[in-house]
Every structure is written in structure tokens, then in C-alpha cells.
């Protein structure tokens, strides 16, 4: 099982297939920015989006969107607010800002955000 700092210190990549988003790490999903929609609900009864934790990554639906490869324009990235599974949910140290790029054959580039970085609270 890999961490997220492990992840971003060796630029491990994700993936995408279709409206689903495969994370090479566990963890809790808070916020997401697509597009022009900001989803913060992930429950099993959203619209919008739902995310499963699984022994060694995480996958995130994104209904809305039939092919994030077509959806998330060239110059455009998924935003996320993510806390690492195993770590405290409510200590906002452990929330981290992460950018997903979109790249060919199903690759996502996924790199954290400094705060210089315009994001959507």
C-alpha cells in the first residue's frame, strides 16, 4: 500500500477510464472541482459523484462526465481536497490540496497545489 507523500515524492501516477479515477493511495475524499462543478457530496445517494476506498488505491465516479479524457480540457485539471486514510479527518493540516492531470493512455499526473495555486473554497 502506497502513501501519499510516497506518491508525491515519487511521482507515482493515476489513472482514469471512462467517468472513473483511479488513486494509487487510500483516502478520504472532501472536496472535488471538476470543470465548473465543485462536488462535496460523495454518498451513495449523489448525483454527482461517489468515491470507494480499496485495500491499496481509491476510485472516484464522476457521473456527470462520460469521459473525463474528453470532458477535462487540454489546459484544465481535477482539484481535489483529500485526508489520507488513518489519518485525522479534523486536524486541517492532514487536508491536501492535489491537482489531477489529465495525460494519454489513461495516465493522471497528480501533483499537490501550493498556496499560490487559486483554489475554490
Known sequence: MRTLEEVLKN???????????ILPFRAHILKAVIENDIITNFSSDSKNAEYKINDDFTEI?????????EDVHKFETIKLVVVEQGK?????????????????NHILEIEELNSDILFIE
Do not use: P, T
Request: proline share 0%.
Open 11 to 21: 511521482k507515482i501516477n493515476g489513472l482514469y477510464y471512462g467517468c472513473r479515477v
Open 61 to 69: 465516479y464522476f457521473f456527470d462526465y462520460k469521459q473525463i479524457s
Open 88 to 104: 485525522d479527518l479534523f486536524e486541517f493540516e492532514n487536508h491536501k490540496k492535489l491537482a489531477l492531470h489529465v495525460k494519454e
